[in-house]
């Protein structure tokens, strides 16, 4: 379970890759903040139905900017509805009220490591110090129904890691979350909430939560006002294990949350660290498996910084720059007069020819340009325009299949 | 941390290595019962002063049989006191009165998986089923101050090996070896003693010891009546683990003595099983470590089954043939007139010579034969004067040292 952050997100592998020669602070270096009508873009794209993370960047390489996106979206054979330019300035408005910033993918404050992930969230709103994002992170995950023993681990175990000058991110549950924050106050934490970032659950942590927001960071990936629902969670905790190091996991039971947490950071390449617990106690049997499958046994904080320690030295390394206008975009720029060489669906011979040759098999993408016959550039935004219409689903290594 | 009970064990790499073509039961029927006379000489050759497992077998491979070697101790450099046939016959009977018999390394009763270890005991006292001895074992052992949750697991664990045909072995020891046995006494268990087969300790345990004599079966490598002395305990944890196919850990400390077990095992090439518990627990610490080294994570007996499928499918492969008298020996057999060829020590030049080219630091046999141009079986006889003289240590890859 080698963290492996290095490698390139497949979405960007269009982006340019002197990566290699480039140490994190020139990339920090080279990152710029958004002009403010740019950043509003940014949001009401990312805000627009059906865009996730991965349409997002991929509307983003193909369009050049979001604001020519956000022009194209209303001509694709199936429109997309965006915010308008005054629903964007309110949610800036009322990120504004709760003390909180928005950062967007590639921009200064935005976390590196985070940046890599492959769906990682365009824009994010940060409530509190910022350089608490900036620092390596570890997350420490588990029960909300944690035994006292558990809780204590689990402070113990922030606690740790704060004085090797690493910040603690987790979700701001009850049991271990709200235990590794408390441990890691004095140090630096971060919370990162599913809902917006002025919606406080569950209620009990909202000291908790005031706490954090004044002496380390809040962040969330809706806007301010959503309440969480049961399906952000996993989302949101593809942000906890995205934005760390790794990821230990302190009592977590068989299905649970935390193991959600564990194979997104998988997934993501980064290290998975898990406290043993007794087999009879049925809080510790997730925590267990994750031992079983060659998770890092952890009873200490020098258990994980041992493990990470080369990682910690290096600093993880830059994401790929972002995909934004400034860059030389491939394949294609925008044109000026008919922006979006998509042909009405049944007219186009091309689209039909596509999708005959797709099906709920995933195919290769090469695979269906080579079929098609069609130039490259073609065949990804005829793809483009089928994702948008929720007609196919993506898979990894560039697969894509029928719906 | 795989089992490699198959390769040959180094001190009998002069016998015949027909075993690739032989099966287990073609071993078992091949084994041989010793003629008394014979089964007199080994217990004599086995208790004489320094004569411990490895040299025992050097010296039956030396001189073809134990009474050819018990002739020849006398007229060595620094003669060696082996007990009368007297003192033999009166073990004999001791064992006799307790109820046990003895049994001798190759014999069909001798366990084919401790067989195969290098300092497998020359001579075993069995009390109670023979069978429990030859079926596959797992032993179960662990801390002597145990929790209640760590006995109950032991007892589920070997009734749950048992159910499995696995016979437990354990050390009837306090704590978890009391459990273990436990929850093995249905289904067959193996309770390997440190002192003589008529000895209990500790004494709270003698209803289990009288338990497991009559449902069991009871193992020691001492003369009856002999106490169990510390120094004992950790020889006797040898014999625990080349029983077993492999070693399952509850509740052990740091530097405890189920550790020491552990150690054992991997040196013989068993698997090595560790149930997980709390960091909180000192009692789980020693457990924990052998996780962290990689030893499989055991939760329930189906962890334990799961690993050691193929090796319960094929049985422990049987062990090289004994050197005993029938085979053809090599490198010298036993010459009748004077059948040591060893010259006393300062008169003879080879011994001299070999002295001179040893040193603290070990160095391999075939370069000690090289170097003083000596033929291997001048050099063996010599080394083995010297072992028994205790001037030199042996090491494993058949290296050795000055003491």
Redesign the interface.
Known sequence: MTISAASSPAPRAGSPSAKAERSPLDARASARELEPQERLDWLRLCRSDGVGPVTFYALLRRFGSASAALAALPRLSRPVAAPSRGEAEAELAAIDRSGGRLTCWGEPLYPAALAAVDDAPPVLTLLGHAECVLAPMVAVVGARNASA?GR??ARELAAGLGEAGIVVVSGLARGIDAAAHLGALDSGTVAVVAGGIDIVYPEENRGLYDAIAERGAVLAELAPGIEPQARHFPRRNRIISGLALGVVVVEAAAKSGSLITARFALEQGREVFA??????DPR??GA?DL??SGAT????AA?VIAQLGPLLRERPPAPELPPQPRLPLSPAPPRPARPIPIAPVGEDAALELLIEKLSPTPVAVDELVRQCQLSAASVATLLLELELAGRIERHPGNLVSLR
Chains 1, 2 share one sequence.
């Open positions: 023993n204590r681990l406290v043993p617990g007794s087999p009879l510790c049997r267990n031992l079983r046994l952890t009873e200490t258990d």
